[in-house]
């Protein structure tokens, strides 16, 4: 497989990753407030003791932002462009649908601002980080629910990539050697102070493990053996683990990380050599494109609707409407966002060029 620096398998992994946190948070929605009982009534279900969608989902959005700027950074490499460029792109969009959240609150549910004066001001920093979402596991914040957990880490993690890059480009594999050690022991040892899905100190393994796969993935499936063997062995360890639920001896939060790497190499397996790009390959592109917005508005848009909703019994129909309505109003959100920041850089730009 020719070395590049954009791969369409990459953009399959974002969509599908994504896909398994919305149905999941969007299942959750309707158990929670007793509109569906998916367990009891439904043929799909999101979790057994086995697996967890979103838990998967989690790990391939990990693994694809390590992979991408592993990716973007064996080009042209500037540590303080880099803090500038992938802060901004993270922040001004997270800003923005705080406000809209704010505003959703401020005229659907007042009654829930009266909890922010008894936070202290102090917290105030770490919403403005976007962090507020991951420590509100340890104490009160200012948290919207925007972005809530997955950002804090990822803004984390973005902040220690220039080391994480030194290493891998020093020695990959005594890194992904020495990481790994050091995860095996964290999950086996159960000995975490916060939960292991949520922790970005077991979160980091992810995002290494997609740097380390992206540098050595595509030169392996050159060979047509390797590229069958690791198609077929992964397809059959996920219809294994996820389709017949064969019960795996390992932690849960293990299973679903091997779960997340089969599905990985499994989609790069099927990376066809550098033709020109579909129909297809362009709308998965577009959707791609809007994914962090869609990301950061999607459980605002579920939380708000299923809470007009509680109590009242759903047919399967109803839920199929209701799952696209959402969808819809999700991906409407996520492009005024893209269309406001596009507006605000213009604008940044302007007296630059004048």
């Given at each position: 497989?020719?070395?590049?620096?954009?791969?369409?398998?990459?953009?399959?992994?974002?969509?599908?990753?994504?896909?398994?946190?919305?149905?999941?948070?969007?299942?959750?929605?309707?158990?929670?407030?007793?509109?569906?009982?998916?367990?009891?009534?439904?043929?799909?279900?999101?979790?057994?003791?086995?697996?967890?969608?979103?838990?998967?989902?989690?790990?391939?959005?990990?693994?694809?932002?390590?992979?991408?700027?592993?990716?973007?950074?064996?080009?042209?490499?500037?540590?303080?462009?880099?803090?500038?460029?992938?802060?901004?792109?993270?922040?001004?969009?997270?800003?923005?649908?705080?406000?809209?959240?704010?505003?959703?609150?401020?005229?659907?549910?007042?009654?829930?601002?009266?909890?922010?004066?008894?936070?202290?001001?102090?917290?105030?920093?770490?919403?403005?980080?976007?962090?507020?979402?991951?420590?509100?596991?340890?104490?009160?914040?200012?948290?919207?629910?925007?972005?809530?957990?997955?950002?804090?880490?990822?803004?984390?993690?973005?902040?220690?990539?220039?080391?994480?890059?030194?290493?891998?480009?020093?020695?990959?594999?005594?890194?992904?050697?020495?990481?790994?050690?050091?995860?095996?022991?964290?999950?086996?040892?159960?000995?975490?102070?916060?939960?292991?899905?949520?922790?970005?100190?077991?979160?980091?393994?992810?995002?290494?493990?997609?740097?380390?796969?992206?540098?050595?993935?595509?030169?392996?499936?050159?060979?047509?053996?390797?590229?069958?063997?690791?198609?077929?062995?992964?397809?059959?360890?996920?219809?294994?683990?996820?389709?017949?639920?064969?019960?795996?001896?390992?932690?849960?939060?293990?299973?679903?990380?091997?779960?997340?790497?089969?599905?990985?190499?499994?989609?790069?397996?099927?990376?066809?050599?550098?033709?020109?790009?579909?129909?297809?390959?362009?709308?998965?592109?577009?959707?791609?494109?809007?994914?962090?917005?869609?990301?950061?508005?999607?459980?605002?848009?579920?939380?708000?609707?299923?809470?007009?909703?509680e109590g009242q019994l759903l047919g399967l129909r109803q839920i199929g409407a209701l799952f696209i309505t959402e969808l819809f109003i999700m991906v409407a959100m996520a492009m005024l966002v893209k269309t406001?920041?596009?507006?605000?850089?213009?604008?940044?730009?302007?007296?630059?060029?004048?």
């Amino acid at each position: 497989m020719e070395s590049k620096t954009k791969y369409l398998s990459m953009n399959h992994l974002r969509v599908l990753a994504f896909c398994f946190i919305i149905v999941y948070h969007f299942m959750v929605e309707l158990e929670q407030k007793g509109n569906y009982n998916f367990l009891e009534r439904g043929w799909v279900y999101y979790t057994n003791g086995n697996f967890h969608i979103a838990i998967i989902g989690v790990s391939l959005f990990f693994m694809i932002s390590g992979a991408g700027l592993m990716l973007s950074s064996t080009r042209k490499w500037d540590v303080k462009d880099f803090y500038k460029r992938r802060f901004t792109k993270l922040l001004i969009p997270f800003y923005i649908v705080e406000i809209f959240s704010l505003i959703a609150s401020f005229v659907l549910k007042p009654e829930w601002l009266g909890y922010f004066p008894s936070v202290s001001k102090s917290k105030l920093l770490l919403n403005l980080l976007g962090m507020d979402g991951y420590f509100e596991q340890f104490f009160p914040t200012f948290s919207l629910h925007v972005g809530e957990w997955f950002l804090g880490a990822l803004i984390m993690l973005y902040g220690v990539f220039p080391i994480f890059r030194f290493c891998m480009e020093k020695n990959r594999y005594v890194t992904i050697i020495v990481t790994t050690i050091y995860y095996i022991i964290m999950v086996f040892s159960d000995g975490l102070f916060a939960s292991p899905w949520t922790n970005v100190f077991i979160k980091a393994y992810d995002f290494l493990l997609g740097m380390f796969l992206i540098l050595e993935l595509p030169k392996l499936m050159d060979k047509k053996v390797f590229r069958l063997v690791a198609g077929i062995v992964s397809a059959i360890i996920i219809i294994l683990g996820i389709v017949l639920k064969i019960q795996l001896p390992t932690p849960m939060t293990f299973n679903n990380l091997v779960y997340a790497t089969m599905i990985f190499v499994c989609f790069f397996s099927l990376e066809k050599p550098q033709t020109k790009a579909t129909f297809y390959d362009g709308v998965i592109d577009r959707i791609c494109q809007i994914s962090y917005e869609v990301f950061l508005v999607h459980h605002i848009v579920i939380y708000y609707i299923g809470d007009n909703l509680e109590g009242q019994l759903l047919g399967l129909r109803q839920i199929g409407a209701l799952f696209i309505t959402e969808l819809f109003i999700m991906v409407a959100m996520a492009m005024l966002v893209k269309t406001i920041v596009a507006a605000l850089n213009i604008k940044i730009k302007k007296p630059q060029g004048g």
